[in-house]
């Protein structure tokens, strides 16, 4: 189970930061990815990470503005985005899948298959 949460509103160049938690055992061995669909639009990746943490993938619309980090003690994957812009707001997934130490990173919907439920980002002008 994935609860994602810190989503807002806030104005273009404000910053946010997301947070997902995971219940039960095996966190550690989790890629995890945030996702975001805006109205209208294809869920699209905005950042991933091995479920070491040691690596890392972000979207080119939100590189240099966002980090993901995931802390396997706490059982939670953070996105900070700052710099906010209009063109972010949609509702934000958070995204698990297990996989052995050496998986490439996913970055595509359809490869995950543990889901959280959405929090929404509204950026105003």
């Known amino acids: 189970q994935l609860q994602a949460s810190g989503g807002g509103a806030v104005q273009a160049g404000g910053s946010l930061r997301l947070s997902c938690a995971a219940s039960g055992h095996s966190f550690s061995r989790y890629n995890m990815a945030w996702f975001r669909q805006a109205p209208g639009k294809e869920r699209e990746v905005v950042a991933a990470?091995?479920?070491?943490?040691?690596?890392?993938y972000y979207a080119d619309s939100v590189k240099g503005r966002s980090t993901i980090s995931k802390d396997n003690a706490k059982k939670t994957v953070y996105l900070q985005m700052n710099s906010l812009k209009p063109e972010d707001t949609a509702v934000y997934y958070c995204?698990?899948?297990?996989?052995?130490?050496?998986?490439?990173?996913?970055?595509?919907?359809?490869?995950?298959?543990?889901w959280g439920q959405g929090t929404l980002v509204t950026v105003s002008s």
């Open positions: 990470i091995s479920r070491s943490g040691g690596l890392t």
């Open positions: 995204a698990g899948r297990s996989v052995i130490l050496t998986a490439p990173l996913h970055t595509h919907f359809s490869e995950y298959d543990n």
